[in-house]
């Protein structure tokens, strides 16, 4: 299922995705893609693994597993201090689901603002509300992880996966410092050896599902 609706649920896997405004670009130069790069950390990475992402001219791509609903709180507490966060959980049992995406909403809001001011624009960005779809099939989640980088081959900007800089797929090819969990995702194809394997195979999922 894929609607802007779709609670993003501690521990649930999903496919994060979204187009600019008609036929807008999100990215002009590098420093739009390192901008939206350097708000992830304060803005999504308490509340979720990210276990691949690609950035292209006109759209992006995550997937990603929600973290626990106990490190989520304790985010959260700290965030907004345990009073607060304790009257607003009793006042509304959705609160800390809500409070997910909003997280999300505040990264892709906050480089929206950014992208605005630098480029002289007003009003909308983006086509809709980031779109959301849950993956609850392993072998799914791994084509849909190969699908993302491999986009920038399909659509034609680059020769290998390798050569595209604003996605997480040289991010598995080298042990630097990463903010993707790539020891997990490693884990769930097996390997490196599996991982490269996986992604030798063109996907055949369609962009927008």
């Known amino acids: 299922m894929?609607?802007?609706q779709v609670p993003l649920l501690p521990t649930h896997y999903y496919h994060i995705y979204n187009?600019?405004?008609?036929k807008e670009n999100l990215f002009?130069?590098?420093?739009?893609y390192q901008?939206?790069?350097d708000k992830i950390k304060p803005h999504i990475l308490p509340v979720c693994h990210i276990l691949s992402y690609c950035l292209m001219p006109n759209h992006y791509h995550f997937v990603v597993q929600i973290k626990s609903l106990q490190e989520v709180s304790s985010f959260l507490e700290i965030k907004h201090g345990a009073d607060k966060f304790n009257r607003k959980k009793s006042a509304d049992e959705n609160y800390i689901v809500n409070q997910i995406s909003q997280q999300f909403s505040n990264l892709f809001n906050t480089y929206a603002k950014h992208y605005n001011f630098h480029n002289d624009r007003w009003g909308s960005l983006f086509k809709r509300n980031f779109r959301r779809?849950?993956?609850?099939?392993?072998?799914?989640l791994k084509k849909v992880i190969c699908y993302v980088h491999q986009n920038p081959v399909e659509a034609g900007f680059v020769q290998a996966m390798?050569?595209?800089?604003f996605s997480s797929y040289l991010a598995f090819q080298s042990s630097m410092e990463t903010f993707i969990a790539r020891d997990e995702t490693l884990e769930l194809f097996g390997g490196r050896k599996n991982f490269d394997a996986y992604h030798a195979v063109r996907s055949e999922l369609k962009d927008g599902f």
């Open 133 to 140: 779809k849950e993956i609850t099939d392993t072998d799914y």
């Open 2 to 4: 894929s609607d802007v």
């Open 35 to 37: 901008y939206l790069l």
């Open 28 to 32: 002009n130069n590098e420093k739009d």
């Open 162 to 165: 390798k050569d595209w800089k």
């Open 19 to 22: 187009h600019a405004i008609g």
